[in-house]
């Protein structure tokens, strides 16, 4: 397991730890580097430091670490030989570091890594149905005027009817007369289909919003 592994393990649910072993020169640095790991973490995603002592890395830290699927970190102190051939022959990572917060930083982002994408929405636009026709292959499209920004071709569409949202999924068609477009803009008409909706009426609203995952970081 590498630091790298993380986020994809994070993101495909299998992973909220991520587990550590430390080594270092001395007992004061030790403690500093753990104590300022712990305090990185947030209730999503977090260190477990699964064991912390004094000296090189040997085969035993090595063990530990397969067992627990942890990266081994040492400060100011190197594996030993025999420590080195044991952990490339079982894929364990070994990081090695002299100064703390290049350790902090590196942890850091691989947690960062871990926190699932935060989802920001941005409504593009509304538009009136004021008519509806029934197409051979393409089901119900709505004669619409935009009242308010634009359709996306791309985006995602929220039927609204008497206030209420009775139907979210994405806009599966988009025309202008018979011409397919990427998007229309306020004050024009055109057809727009809603992927799986064929009951849209006269009088509702079609509220077209886009989605976009940002990485989020602890902060």
Do not use: W
Not at 59 to 81: H, K, M, N, W
Not at 102 to 129: F, K, Q, S
């Amino acid at each position: 397991v590498s630091l790298g592994d993380f986020g994809a393990l994070a993101a495909a649910g299998k992973l909220s730890t991520l587990p550590l072993v430390i080594k270092g020169d001395v007992d004061g640095s030790v403690q500093a580097l753990s104590d300022a790991l712990e305090q990185i973490g947030t209730d999503e995603v977090q260190v477990d430091i699964v064991h912390r002592g004094v000296g090189a890395v040997n085969e035993s830290d090595v063990l530990l670490a397969q067992t627990a699927g942890a990266v081994i970190l040492g400060f100011s102190v190197r594996p030993q030989t025999a420590a080195r051939q044991s952990a490339d022959r079982e894929g364990v990572e070994i990081r090695v570091y002299d100064v703390i917060y290049e350790a902090v930083d590196e942890i850091t982002a691989a947690l960062e890594g871990m926190l699932a994408p935060e989802r920001r929405e941005t409504v593009e636009g509304t538009a009136e149905v004021r008519e509806t026709f029934k197409i051979t292959k393409l089901g119900t499209i709505a004669g619409c005027y935009i009242s308010e920004g634009r359709m996306d071709r791309k985006g995602h569409a929220r039927i609204i009817r008497d206030g209420i949202v009775i139907y979210d999924s994405e806009v599966s068609s988009l025309k202008r007369f018979k011409d397919d477009v990427k998007e229309v803009r306020e004050g024009f008409e055109c057809g727009i289909g809603v992927k799986n909706f064929n009951d849209v009426k006269v009088g509702d609203l079609i509220e077209c919003y886009t989605v976009q995952e940002v990485a989020r970081t602890l902060n």
